[in-house]
């Protein structure tokens, strides 16, 4: 056995095109917010079919942009999943409102939308779903949940009144260039959040966005309170006042410090330019791994999906993309179930794959198995289908680096693990 990695879980896939642009950047003069930093917005809303991108430092950044937007804080609450990572669930906090959990369904990772309706409150002011893998959340359950509500939705501003109802706030984090139904992420939320940290498919190292619906808000409005919320409150970024004599700015509030820069953006340039390819080839990989996994007794996240609800892996991505029956992940995450196993044999299987150097991982801890949710008084035996979901859950190796071959190795591993753990006694 080897204890060195072989294959890596998720390394960011950065080609000479991406090093050009960074090195262009630095080049330029402009390594803050800047002129690539308007382009990548600009190209991300194309891209989306929204009318507008901010780019910002972060996803968890863009999503309490996204709550500030809408005006909630104190004595609000906003819902989300109990099984997710915590920065779905700190933005509400950061803001000030109370966050509620709601389970996930039985043997899924999505919420369970008939506990969901259950949940909101008159003082709901928002939901933020989670598109788990890249897989968008069944919307239209969602916002039946959302009619369902019998009780009345007062909004305490202009764009909650805009809305007319809970916002919806999706965590997009794994989900750019998801499409479920002919709709984009990005077209089915009121606001959608994406993150393009270096383990996810497009990466600027650190970063994220966010963007809205058409025709829901003022767009160059809401564009400009994402800037002002980004840069301390201020007037002018630093690309405004280069204009000659331009330096007079003020301060409209004491806002934060999360902008994305120039030298993110150049990377986010050349990785939306092969973005198209690299959707493609996840699928490739996707489908790969479900044709060598099909024998063992494990559920696997079904990542594309044809109008009868069968597995739709092996379709051509872009005609999938073109038919609006069709349900297309982004493919972020390889989540595997370990079948009829505990978190006992689950947590050797991934020691095992350590020693023969293959790197897995774990999606996610359910948030009120982490100290600062206990803290805020959350039990996990009141989730117990998220408990469920993560105590035979194992993530493998899915990136645009791998090979068929590399996924060929993975399975073979995992193959052996599950079996030398069994036969350890691991339960």
Not at 69 to 96: F, N, R, W
Not at 394 to 400: A, D, E, F, Q
């Amino acid at each position: 056995m080897s204890e060195q990695i072989r294959i890596p879980f998720s390394p960011p896939d950065i080609t000479e095109a991406e090093i050009a642009e960074v090195a262009d950047a630095l080049r330029s003069g402009w390594i803050t917010t800047g002129p690539k930093t308007k382009q990548l917005e600009r190209e991300l809303a194309a891209f989306l079919g929204t009318p507008r991108v901010a780019c910002l430092g972060s996803a968890t950044a863009a999503l309490e942009c996204a709550l500030r937007a809408l005006g909630i804080g104190p004595g609000d609450e906003v819902i989300t999943s109990a099984y997710t990572y915590t920065a779905s669930c700190s933005p509400i906090c950061h803001v000030g409102a109370t966050p509620v959990l709601c389970d996930v369904a039985p043997d899924s990772y999505e919420m369970d939308y008939a506990q969901l309706e259950r949940l909101i409150t008159p003082r709901t002011k928002a939901i933020i779903p989670v598109d788990l893998g890249g897989v968008m959340c069944d919307y239209d359950a969602l916002f039946a949940a959302i009619d369902a509500f019998g009780g009345t939705f007062t909004p305490a501003n202009a764009r909650q009144q805009a809305i007319g109802r809970i916002a919806v706030v999706a965590d997009g984090a794994h989900a750019l260039g998801s499409v479920r139904h002919g709709k984009r992420a990005g077209q089915v939320a009121d606001l959608t959040t994406f993150s393009f940290h270096a383990v996810k498919n497009f990466t600027t190292a650190e970063g994220g966005a966010v963007t809205w619906r058409e025709g829901l808000f003022d767009s160059d409005e809401l564009y400009h309170d994402f800037m002002l919320m980004s840069l301390h409150g201020q007037s002018k970024d630093a690309l405004a006042k280069t204009k000659a004599g331009a330096w007079e700015y003020d301060v409209a509030f004491p806002g934060w410090k999360c902008n994305m820069t120039d030298l993110q953006a150049g990377l986010g340039l050349a990785q939306l330019r092969r973005y198209p390819g690299m959707l493609a080839r996840r699928r490739q990989m996707v489908a790969r791994y479900t044709q060598n996994l099909a024998d063992l007794d494990l559920s696997i996240l079904q990542h594309y999906r044809a109008a009868d609800g069968s597995d739709a892996c092996n379709a051509d991505d872009a005609a999938a993309r073109a038919d609006a029956s069709q349900e297309s992940s982004s493919g972020h995450l390889m989540l595997v179930r370990l079948n009829a196993c505990g978190r006992q044999l689950r947590d050797h299987v991934i020691e095992l794959m350590a020693e023969d150097g293959v790197a897995t991982n774990v999606h996610y801890k359910p948030l009120p198995l982490l100290t600062a949710y206990r803290n805020l008084g959350f039990d996990i035996a009141d989730f117990p289908n998220a408990l469920a979901q993560f105590e035979n859950e194992i993530t493998l190796p899915l990136h645009t680096k791998l090979s068929d071959d590399d996924i060929d190795e993975v399975c073979r591993c995992l193959r052996q693990a599950i079996s030398q753990a069994k036969a350890e006694g691991a339960r």
